[in-house]
């Protein structure tokens, strides 16, 4: 029997980037809200130090800063007729464990997603007729408008000091920017970061070819900054050890550093932290949620009663919640209906090698910087005419020099030896003279077979189903990935590579590749309980009382980097819940 | 003198006569006073009474039982609630006023001087009485505290009349008609209620300030109370009368940041002074001149160039990331150890203590932030840190005595013992 808590407004599952958001608008609101995180508490003195933060070993190779697949598991198939496994060593995505979620260990490329992306069924479908788009892919247009989420856009990107070059202020496109981006009111809050050699010569190639090439956004800052709510960030030192790793100096946006310390001197907020939320509980009517059960270290079962539920794990949790909790309908593939597990994406993602002359260039790879980097924009979404090309989507071109790590960072030319003496030789030879940081970023968007459910078989440490991944590249991706792998090889060659070795995506999806963390959708926005989980403030359609936060809601992703999205939409959603639900707690939209 | 002290004895007694004969109104509280409530409740805070008074953590504000720490032992703060029994609710108004300004307990005990009396005895008896209006105010909790927790022969309370009468000196504040207002309310302020030189005046073999050294600074609880004088190098010389009110407002300044036992003091009381107040404190300190050896290298012989060498390797390796390279660190962010006062203090109790086991600096709601300096004990030897410490010391202009491996040991184990 559970042991049941003094009743609080409001529970947050999670303590990322969305709870953290949530939690300081909320409890600015006046509220009492209590957060409930499964990892520990994560500073930066504590838990990030200097003098061993830059460890890969510790880090990238044992995944320090992960969720402990003991603790939790996901399994994994290419489609329904396999049998899935339990994943039992992270690969093609990591998971994020702790206060500050994978806001700790992001990169910070701090993206915002193009007009059409919110549109983007009926932009594709106006511009190539309904027919262009294969059968099975069931994107949708998300229900509101990049116009809608500028300003939330803004508040996170204001929140985090975000470093870059404006491309579009108020419709007037500006020299140096992004000019595929939608409008933005006012500049980034800090300058773009310093470019190394590898940037610079990709710029100038890219410039070359009629490409208008920009600097990557970075939530590692140029400079340092104090953002509105008094915290301030560090300047970048550009160690490169900010994927995988927390940063030591304070100069990464995480909210750690930017929204924590601000929360955490409220009376009215409480962290409870190595406390796993087991399930959301729902009164009989089924369609109000009563607050949640967790358990704790000693492995006591807590039941934590709130009038108000924001779940803001990570995706895949918070559609394992869901599920565990018979919040909505699950997801049938067979026969489209149901929206929990719906619509789930990951992202598509390419590249390629360049090998220079190690006489003349000299790249310097250890300077780096997660979101350091020079891009281009004219392959991303539908910035271009996808009419003859046969497919859909594209995604940002950048050369991104996120690190010169020991262990990872051994690019050598085709045919050298694995190991030994002339391995040793070719590394020496090519260390500082290879391109490795180049990436297409490619959309991947949702298709009717690819989706979330729970496990039949595996069960986790609390004896509850798994959450199950179906998952595969369609043709249309993998089109798009060759398309954007030789775009960007094209550059390399301009740029001056003796050898360009392309590394275009391959089918099937591979659960040990690393891709990216950015794993989307399974409880998506949209306008109508028939297409969606949530409306468009991210407020579940069957438990009106319960707000699902993060890239969970995207109905397809994008050719961009999420978390400037994630951030932009829980504020959207604060918004919502402070000017119109507090007033009236109920649907904010009717069915 | 023993016929001063029986005539204030007498005094305190009549006083006390009136008090419980004449009811508190003529005392000088008036219990629908407000402005007085409010008034000593803000020199409360100037006082920093909940500093000692309150058990953190306890939720029992002024209920006394903390530990203070003094060269000659721990004692226990007294219950100050209005309690009756066993805290101060019978006692008089005099009896209170006499506690405060000249240390004596409700019977005519000697008070400790670790309760800041021979600070107190500045204020006014309108401002003491405030003080008295304002606990009347606070909930009562039932809560016996037995201070004396001093080993012998300090815990013999009869010794104390001794002290008082070799290093006491009762008063109230006399303002100097030479200088101007701000500067008088500057001492009011820092000499009285206070008592910056509690922790900052150097104190002679029994404990008390010596009164040549004024606020020059001391060791104490781990960490070494800088210099507040106006000196070049070692005080407050190079910050400006804004950078002092900045500091102690938030906690921070553009190059400086609070840590240490000066955190609880700037949540508890800095932060909640005035910004008036705290430019008066700013203007007094400002005109302390100190040890006036501006311009002139802290130590005769320069420190040795293979440590100094030693030093800034470890210094780029370790430190450069965050304070830069030329130690100006981040405004707001990371402390400066260019030109630092706290770097350059004679005694290098507080640098020691930061590298070592780290600090968190203090956040407030103007500098919420507190970022933290980690600890570096576990990867810098002994003579690593005396090498980085004499650097950083003696690195950019910087001039103080070098620091010997044999000191970081002294350190590194006063560390190991200490909880706090």
């Given at each position: 029997m559970a042991r049941k808590l003094r009743h609080k407004d409001v529970v947050i599952i999670g303590l990322g980037w969305t709870g953290s958001i949530l939690a300081n608008e909320l409890t600015?609101?006046?509220?009492?809200?209590?957060?409930?995180?499964?990892?520990?508490?994560?500073?930066?003195?504590?838990?990030?130090?200097?003098?061993?933060?830059?460890?890969?070993?510790?880090?990238?190779?044992?995944?320090?800063?992960?969720?402990?697949?003991?603790?939790?598991?996901?399994?994994?198939?290419?489609?329904?007729?396999?049998?899935?496994?339990?994943?039992?060593?992270?690969?093609?995505?990591?998971?994020?464990?702790?206060?500050?979620g994978a806001g700790v260990h992001w990169n910070a490329e701090t993206w915002r997603f193009l007009p059409t992306d919110f549109t983007l069924r009926t932009h594709l479908t106006q511009r190539y007729g309904a027919n262009f788009l294969p059968d099975d892919m069931t994107i949708q247009d998300w229900g509101i408008t990049f116009d809608q989420l500028e300003p939330y856009y803004d508040q996170f990107e204001y929140l985090c000091g975000t470093s870059g070059q404006a491309g579009n202020l108020k419709g007037a496109v500006q020299p140096g920017g992004n000019p595929f981006e939608g409008p933005r009111s006012r500049p980034y809050p800090t300058p773009p970061m310093k470019q190394g050699?590898?940037?610079?010569?990709?710029?100038?190639?890219?410039?070359?070819?009629?490409?208008?090439?920009?600097?990557?956004?970075?939530?590692?800052?140029?400079?340092?900054?104090?953002?509105?709510?008094?915290?301030?960030?560090?300047?970048?030192?550009?160690?490169?050890?900010?994927?995988?790793?927390?940063?030591?100096?304070?100069?990464?946006?995480?909210?750690?550093?930017?929204?924590?310390?601000?929360?955490?001197?409220?009376?009215?907020?409480?962290?409870?932290?190595?406390?796993?939320?087991?399930?959301?509980?729902?009164?009989?009517?089924?369609?109000?949620?009563?607050?949640?059960?967790?358990?704790?270290?000693?492995?006591s079962e807590i039941e934590q009663p709130a009038d108000m539920v924001l779940l803001c794990a990570f995706s895949l949790f918070n559609v394992q919640l869901l599920l565990l909790s018979g919040i909505g309908a699950p997801y049938d593939p067979n026969t489209g209906k149901g929206q929990i597990g719906r619509n789930f994406t990951h992202q598509t993602m390419s590249g390629a090698l360049g090998f220079f002359d190690k006489d003349k260039y000299n790249f310097n790879p250890f300077v780096a910087s997660g979101a350091i980097g020079m891009c281009i924009d004219e392959f991303n979404g539908d910035n271009f005419d996808h009419g003859k090309l046969g497919f859909v989507g594209g995604g940002y071109i950048g050369e991104v020099q996120t690190n010169g790590r020991p262990i990872e960072s051994t690019a050598?030319?085709?045919?050298?030896?694995?190991?030994?003496?002339?391995?040793?030789?070719?590394?020496?030879?090519?260390?500082?003279?290879?391109?490795?940081?180049?990436?297409?970023?490619?959309?991947?968007?949702?298709?009717?077979?690819?989706?979330?459910?729970?496990?039949?078989?595996?069960?986790?440490?609390?004896?509850?189903?798994?959450?199950?991944?179906?998952?595969?590249?369609?043709?249309?991706?993998?089109?798009?990935?060759?398309?954007?792998?030789?775009?960007?090889?094209?550059?390399?060659?301009?740029?001056?590579?003796?050898?360009?070795?392309?590394?275009?995506?391959?089918?099937?999806?591979?659960?040990?590749?690393?891709?990216?963390?950015?794993?989307?959708?399974?409880?998506?926005?949209?306008?109508?309980?028939g297409n969606s989980a949530l409306n468009i403030y991210l407020q579940s359609w069957d438990v009106p009382n319960l707000f699902v936060q993060g890239a969970t809601a995207f109905p397809q992703n994008a050719g961009y980097n999420p978390t400037g999205t994630v951030g932009a939409l829980a504020f959207w959603s604060a918004a919502a819940i402070r000017s119109q639900y507090l007033k009236n707690p109920g649907p904010l939209v009717h069915a | 003198m023993r016929s001063r002290k029986q005539w204030l004895f007498a005094l305190a007694s009549a006083a006390a006569l009136c008090a419980s004969a004449c009811g508190a109104a003529a005392a000088g509280i008036d219990k629908q006073d407000f402005g007085q409530i409010e008034r000593g409740e803000y020199l409360a805070v100037v006082g920093d009474c909940a500093a000692c008074h309150t058990l953190p953590g306890s939720g029992h504000a002024f209920a006394g039982g903390r530990p203070i720490e003094t060269p000659f032992g721990t004692l226990l703060s007294p219950n100050i609630t209005p309690d009756p029994t066993t805290g101060i609710g019978a006692w008089t108004d005099q009896e209170f006023v006499n506690a405060l300004t000249k240390g004596t307990g409700r019977h005519g005990t000697r008070l400790y001087p670790a309760m800041p009396y021979t600070y107190y005895t500045k204020l006014t008896r309108d401002d003491a009485l405030a003080i008295r209006a304002y606990l009347n105010t606070v909930p009562a909790v039932h809560n016996a505290v037995q201070p004396d927790q001093l080993p012998f022969p300090f815990r013999m309370r009869w010794t104390l009349a001794m002290w008082d009468e070799l290093f006491f000196k009762p008063g109230t504040f006399h303002p100097d008609p030479k200088k101007s207002a701000e500067w008088n309310r500057g001492a009011y302020l820092a000499d009285g209620a206070g008592h910056c030189g509690m922790c900052h005046t150097p104190k002679n073999f029994l404990g008390a300030d010596d009164k040549g050294q004024r606020l020059r600074g001391y060791a104490l609880q781990g960490w070494f109370a800088p210099d507040i004088t106006n000196d070049s190098r070692r005080g407050l010389g190079g910050w400006s009368v804004g950078d002092i009110v900045a500091y102690l407002k938030t906690g921070h300044n553009q190059t400086s940041a609070a840590t240490g036992p000066m955190s609880e003091t700037l949540n508890l009381s800095t932060s909640k002074m005035t910004d008036a107040d705290l430019k008066a404190i700013a203007v007094y300190l400002k005109n302390e001149t100190g040890e006036g050896n501006a311009g002139k290298t802290a130590s005769a012989d320069p420190p040795d160039q293979t440590v100094m060498k030693s030093g800034e390797q470890i210094y780029a390796d370790e430190c450069s990331g965050c304070h830069t390279p030329n130690g100006k660190g981040i405004a707001g962010l990371f402390p400066s150890l260019n030109s630092s006062p706290v770097v350059q203090q004679t005694d290098p109790t507080t640098v020691l203590h930061v590298v070592l086991r780290g600090a968190l600096s203090v956040g407030t709601k103007p500098a919420p932030t507190a970022p933290a300096m980690p600890q570096f004990a576990w990867i810098l030897s002994d003579k690593d840190v005396a090498a980085v410490v004499t650097y950083i010391r003696n690195a950019w202009g910087n001039s103080a005595p070098a620091v010997s491996a044999g000191q970081v040991a002294k350190t590194r184990k006063m560390l190991v013992e200490r909880s706090d």
């Open positions: 600015d609101a006046g509220l009492d809200v209590v957060a409930i995180e499964r990892g520990p508490w994560r500073d930066t003195a504590t838990d990030f130090l200097i003098s061993y933060a830059q460890d890969e070993l510790r880090y990238r190779l044992h995944h320090e800063l992960f969720l402990r697949p003991a603790q939790m598991c996901v399994t994994f198939r290419n489609n329904s007729s396999q049998t899935a496994l339990p994943v039992r060593t992270w690969g093609a995505f990591m998971l994020g464990n702790g206060a500050g050699y590898g940037h610079v010569l990709f710029a100038q190639a890219a410039s070359e070819l009629g490409y208008k090439p920009f600097p990557q956004p970075s939530g590692n800052l140029s400079r340092s900054y104090t953002n509105p709510l008094g915290v301030t960030l560090g300047q970048c030192t550009y160690c490169g050890f900010c994927e995988w790793f927390g940063c030591a100096n304070y100069s990464k946006a995480s909210p750690q550093t930017t929204v924590l310390p601000v929360l955490l001197r409220k009376s009215n907020f409480e962290a409870r932290t190595d406390c796993e939320v087991t399930r959301i509980n729902l009164d009989r009517s089924g369609k109000r949620a009563t607050g949640v059960t967790y358990v704790d270290t000693s492995g050598v030319p085709p045919g050298t030896p694995a190991w030994g003496a002339k391995w040793k030789q070719a590394l020496h030879d090519n260390y500082l003279s290879t391109i490795v940081g180049g990436s297409c970023h490619g959309s991947m968007y949702s298709y009717r077979d690819v989706h979330l459910d729970l496990d039949p078989t595996y069960k986790d440490r609390f004896g509850r189903p798994l959450v199950r991944i179906t998952i595969d590249f369609h043709d249309n991706e993998l089109k798009m990935s060759a398309f954007l792998t030789d775009k960007y090889a094209e550059i390399l060659q301009e740029m001056g590579a003796a050898q360009v070795v392309k590394k275009p995506r391959k089918g099937p999806y591979d659960v040990t590749q690393y891709q990216t963390s950015h794993l989307n959708g399974g409880a998506i926005m949209g306008t109508d309980p | -």
